[in-house]
């Protein structure tokens, strides 16, 4: 290839670069530079989760606890474990006011999907709502509190 075509795709590129940092310039500073600010986040949850009764069922509440691993920038990750549902991967975004994390099951529970959206009460409590989709396609959802173990 022509050494002229080499240095128009590079200079293309460091083009289509700067125009895309400079518009999610505030996003990547979030993401990369956020620092320590959300690391309250990390550690272990005991999480109550109250499941809206339904036509068919009961309403009801549920325990499991969550392990909050990384807390990188505005990004959190982590993982679950219901007795039930098995372990889970969760992760989301957390921002001054509100934490919303997304969380799958494993194997035959994949399809399982859900978001939960939390506010901070303290460095040691959150609560929130969350909703997901269970295998039969009804919609679940309900309330959630978590406390800081």
């Keep these: 290839m022509a050494p002229e075509i080499i240095a128009a795709l590079i200079a293309g590129g460091v083009g289509i670069a700067g125009t895309l940092i400079t518009v999610f310039r505030d996003e990547i500073a979030g993401a990369l530079f956020a620092g320590t600010r959300y690391n309250y986040l990390k550690g272990n949850w005991r999480c109550e989760w ?23 920038g505005a990004l959190v990750r982590g993982k679950g474990v219901d007795p039930d ?8 975004e957390a921002s001054e006011f509100a934490i919303t994390l997304s969380y799958c099951g494993v194997q035959e529970k994949r399809l399982l999907r859900g978001v939960v959206i939390l506010k901070k009460q303290s460095p040691t409590a959150m ?13 679940k959802s309900g309330t959630t509190t978590w406390t800081k173990i």
């Design 50 to 72: 109250d499941v809206a009764a339904s036509a068919t069922a009961p309403a009801r509440k549920l325990q499991d606890q969550i392990s909050i691993t990384r807390a990188r």
């Design 127 to 139: 609560s929130g709502v969350w909703c997901q989709f269970a295998l039969d396609g009804a919609l």
């Design 85 to 92: 549902f098995g372990e889970y991967p969760i992760k989301g």
